[in-house]
């Protein structure tokens, strides 16, 4: 086994860990369960509490994709009430542009004596081609959360990744763990990052859909936290993540979205908000 790959980060006031992939996300199992504990809840966790029978059964999970999530997913999208647009012009915006006569004047060019000091608004199509939009996902919740509630959540994110690439623009996803009062007998907090897709990274549906699963969080995030110092028989509290986010991306807090669970309109509704949003940020 390999020794403890959690490391203490001042600015986080916790013990990091970022997995840079799925594969390495999946990899907890290679490290050792940490000392003054004996917390196995990734390996114990019941099927109603994980939507899994197993830990290997979650790893399967996520390696190979969640078909299930994706059809969801998939119905989702077909009920979307915006018009997709073109994959080469998603938006448009106003560019400035100076001539002899235009709408206002430019104070600046009428002093150096610039003929061409006269401003005007002309709309341009802005191309999504090379465009990054980022998808922020703070995935830690409380346990008293069902799974069911989960796995619906998990079906929004997934058809909000897939309705931005849709347009031509790229996406990023990351979703991050943030546990308080968690180890060294809750004197301490821990964060995870799991990077899901990167903005270079084909978008493999299947996989983000099974990165939002209950189990992604409930077994595979919680064999990550055992490997820490005497942590908490509860796992700790679900915090939100004290990493910065990237300009342009939308944070989303899962716990939140608890509320939308079950009300397809409001769903489809905020999928559509998240997404105007997103497009709107991105450069």
Known sequence: MKPNPWKWDEGLNAYALTCDSTADFLSADEYGYGPGHSERQSKTGSLDFTRTHN????????????????????????????AMAAADTVSERFHATWDVAGEEPDIGRYLTGEPENMMDYRLEEVPSFGRVASVVVDGCVSGGIDEKHLREIAVMLAALVDSIENTGIRCEMVIRY??????????????LEHWVKKASQPLDLPKVAAACHPSAFRRIAF???????????????????????????????????????GNEDAILKWIEEQRTRLMEGVQ
């Open 55 to 82: 830990y290997d059964e979650a790893v399967k999970l996520l390696g190979e994709g969640w078909p299930e999530g994706v059809n969801l997913a998939s119905q989702l999208q077909a009920k979307l009430s915006y």
């Open 178 to 191: 943030r546990h308080g009062r968690v180890c060294e007998g809750g004197s301490k907090a821990c964060e």
């Open 223 to 261: 064999r990550w936290i055992e490997c820490l110092t005497e942590i908490d028989s509860g796992y700790g509290v679900p915090l939100t993540s004290k990493r910065k986010h990237e300009p342009g991306s939308v944070a989303v807090d899962m716990s939140e979205l608890v509320s939308h669970v």
